[in-house]
């Protein structure tokens, strides 16, 4: 079998520069904690990488779907769906995804004088689960601010606003308990009831192939009385519902990033380009394409106007 370090369908990564790395070694701020990689590998069929000699950084890696394993300090683990683990700095290490169901993962180099502090005791698996306060979206959305950020240049700002954003995101993982309580609790989610339950469920697992099934034992219900319960207050069936909330997720995308359709399909679940690009014709009228093009154009020639909804 072949053994892939990158090049992975919808794959996206940053490495920053050596000149770079040394700006922030030598910065007041930016020496306690900084990013000298980050990526999102999606379906990473056949992804191996072994380092004899270990790298100069903690590498975080969370596998959100799919499954892998890795080995390091004489130990073997099985890496599952919703875990994630820290491989220590300068530790040998190896790593790969499943050839049978390969993992879909973001990964984060970091280092600084504090990064031994959510790095250290975190190289065995730790399990993510899909509760209806887990904030799995919220969690993706700091790593997606995080890659923005670097994508867009290297400017001590920006750097520093990417630090800053690190140690939310590495807490959201070290301090898993916390990040969920206190959201919970300021936001008083009505765990009772069924709708919201599931809704909340599908976002925070949109890059997700959710089956009714594993919808409804979530839920706690049989596939037919929730299914029941579900149609009677959105008026559409649950898979329906969960793809018109991708395709919203998509619409968002497509107005404020400048992913490739195919990169985006994997950040909303969906793996045939195709089938996304007709679903989301029907859902919003327009090809993904012309609704970008369309969206761009509005912002630019009047920021004013409203941006294209669903129909």
């Not at 530790?91 to 600084?112: K, L, Q, R």
């Not at 195919?262 to 950040?267: A, D, F, G, V």
Request: net charge positive; with cysteine.
């Amino acid at each position: 079998m072949p053994k892939l370090k990158s090049g992975f369908k919808g794959e996206r990564s940053v490495v920053l520069p050596k000149l770079v790395r040394n700006i922030c070694q030598n910065d007041t701020f930016l020496s306690q904690l900084y990013i000298t990689d980050i990526g999102y590998y999606p379906n990473a069929v056949y992804h191996y990488r072994e380092r004899p000699k270990g790298v100069a950084q903690w590498i975080l890696i969370y596998c959100l779907k799919g499954s892998g394993w890795y080995s390091v300090r004489g130990h073997h683990y099985e890496v599952k769906e919703n875990q994630w683990f820290v491989i220590p700095k300068s530790e040998p290490h190896v790593y790969a995804s499943n050839d049978d169901n390969p993992w879909t993962i973001y990964w984060i180099h970091f280092t600084g004088t504090m990064a031994a502090v959510y790095g250290s005791d975190h190289y065995v698996p730790s399990d993510i689960n899909a509760y209806t306060t887990a904030r799995i979206t919220d969690r993706i959305n700091i790593f997606e601010e995080i890659f923005l950020t670097l994508s867009d240049n290297y400017s001590v700002d920006n750097l520093r606003y990417a630090s800053s954003l690190l140690y939310g995101f590495l807490a959201t993982f070290c301090y898993l308990g916390h990040f969920r309580k206190y959201n919970a609790q300021s936001n008083r989610i009505d765990t009772h009831n069924i709708t919201n339950m599931a809704v909340r469920f599908m976002n925070e697992n949109i890059e997700k192939r959710l089956t009714l099934t594993q919808i409804a034992d979530y839920i706690g219900y049989s596939i037919s009385q929730f299914s029941l319960i579900f149609r009677n207050s959105t008026g559409q069936s649950p898979l329906n519902y969960f793809n018109t909330l991708k395709i919203q997720r998509a619409c968002e995308l497509l107005e404020t990033t400048d992913m490739k359709i195919n990169q985006l399909c994997s950040k909303v679940g969906i793996d045939d380009s195709y089938y996304f690009s007709r679903l989301f014709t029907k859902i919003i009228g327009v090809s993904p394409k012309m609704y970008r093009e369309r969206a761009h154009l509005n912002k630019t020639n009047n920021p004013n106007i409203p941006n294209i909804t669903a129909k």
